[in-house]
């Protein structure tokens, strides 16, 4: 655990399945913070699932709420796990450069797929070719979350603690700059 004084409030971005959540509970469980995870938050208020707000407001009625639970939460004493399509509108962008250090769990579709398929929670691959689905995404996103990311982590198969040890040896070097 990191002293007050040196406390860095992580902010996790990367594709759906990257383990943002997971990898998120165990850094902040290291850091003794709690994990804020922005889609639970979205459901939280919206009161039903992800699937149903895309359902009853579309994909733009749900980055609308996104953005304002973005804004409502980040910067706050926790370790934040966004949503895979964070990076889709500029203010998020924005937004999230305004709070570093955003670290980008990068992982290839392939790893992706293997991960989620047939996951009926994510709305963008319930169509059911998961893997290329999630290469049309990359093909967009991955040049977003380069350009929000302080910190890039290559998951390849990595395990989570491997994952977790990484951040955090960034996250030394961060708080010394």
């Known amino acids: 655990m990191m002293s007050d004084s040196q406390t860095v409030y992580p902010v996790l971005i990367g594709l759906m399945g990257s383990g943002k959540s997971s ?3 165990r850094l902040a469980a290291h850091l003794g913070l709690p994990l804020v995870d922005l889609d639970a938050v979205i459901v939280e208020q919206a009161g039903c699932s992800i699937p149903d707000i895309f359902a009853g407001k579309g994909e733009e009625g749900f980055r609308d709420v996104e953005t ?3 804004a409502e939460v980040i910067g706050g004493a926790a370790v934040l796990a ?3 399509g964070i990076v889709m509108r500029e203010q998020n962008r924005e937004i999230l450069k ?3 250090p955003v670290i980008w769990l990068k992982a290839t579709p ?3 797929a293997r991960r989620i398929d047939g996951d009926t929670n994510r709305p963008l691959i319930t169509g059911g070719d998961t893997l290329n689905t999630l290469q049309g995404l990359a093909r967009v996103r991955y040049p977003l979350y380069e350009a929000c990311a302080d910190f890039i982590l290559p998951r390849g198969d990595m395990t989570k603690s491997e994952a977790l040890a990484a951040i955090i040896e960034f996250l030394q070097t961060w708080q010394k700059r």
């Open 82 to 84: 966004t949503g895979g």
């Open 98 to 100: 305004q709070h570093p």
């Open 23 to 25: 990898i998120g509970r």
């Open 110 to 112: 392939e790893f992706l």
């Open 68 to 70: 304002r639970v973005l």
